[in-house]
């Protein structure tokens, strides 16, 4: 069935360092892939996402690049901020299954000025 | 748009009750979702539909049931609560069709089971 992994956190940073959060998958198909975020007491956010191998998709800073030979599709931003604090989501889906997502744990990260 | 919306926000049962957990979407979404929030486990999918009239299970439905009779919502209803049912619940709602779309998410009821 299809997976997905991703570090555990929590995850402490100052502010203006350099963030990576690791995803791996394991799905049958193309998958489309997907980095969500929640911020203290909300709903998740669709942060951004890539649909093909070789995609890169970008937003806020934030970018991660579908690679499908190493199954993986690993979250960077350059420069972290305050307000980046949050827990990531690292998630696939299929249309074959009707677009349902498959969630990895989530990674708290947590900025400090 | 008011997008995704969930009611109640916070609800404590005591073991056995019964109860409704509603979600309404207002973009016409065909896809709509029910997911639970669980710390370490990310959101696993309880119950999912395709469209009006339309449901099957996800990947932990035992203890809840589903319906959609109109496209805008979408109930949980969990048939006999139970301690192991504590926890975040989120709706989430996308368009259908061939293409992988952003799934909107509501936010969240916070279940307690006593």
């Known amino acids: 069935g299809n997976s997905v992994t991703q570090m555990e956190g929590p995850v402490t940073l100052s502010e203006e360092a350099f963030l990576t959060i690791n995803c791996t998958y394991t799905a049958t198909g193309y998958p489309s892939l997907f980095w969500y975020v929640q911020y203290p007491g909300e709903g998740l956010q669709l942060l951004l996402k890539a649909t093909k191998a070789d995609d890169k998709g970008s937003n806020k800073g934030f970018e991660a690049t579908y690679r499908k030979e190493t199954t993986s599709f690993h979250l960077e931003k350059g420069s972290v901020q305050v307000s980046d604090s949050a827990v990531y989501f690292c998630?696939?889906?299929?249309?074959?299954?009707?677009?349902?997502?498959?969630f990895g744990g989530g990674t708290r990260v947590l900025v400090k000025p | 748009n008011a997008g995704v919306t969930q009611t109640p926000k916070f609800q404590v049962l005591k073991t056995g009750q019964s109860m409704t957990l509603q979600c309404a979407q207002d973009m016409n979404h065909e896809y709509m979702s029910w997911y639970r929030q669980d710390p370490g486990m990310g959101l696993r999918l309880i119950h999912y539909?395709?469209?009006?009239?339309?449901?099957d299970q996800g990947e932990v439905p035992n203890g809840y049931n589903v319906s959609r009779s109109t496209t805008e919502d979408f109930p949980l209803r969990l048939l006999s609560a139970a301690p192991s049912q504590t926890s975040v619940y989120f709706c989430?709602?996308?368009?259908?069709?061939?293409?992988?779309?952003?799934?909107?998410f509501g936010p969240g009821t916070r279940l307690t089971v006593t």
């Open positions: 539909s395709v469209g009006a009239g339309i449901t």
């Open positions: 989430a709602s996308s368009r259908g069709g061939v293409g992988s779309y952003e799934q909107y």
């Open positions: 998630a696939l889906s299929r249309e074959a299954a009707g677009n349902k997502l498959t």
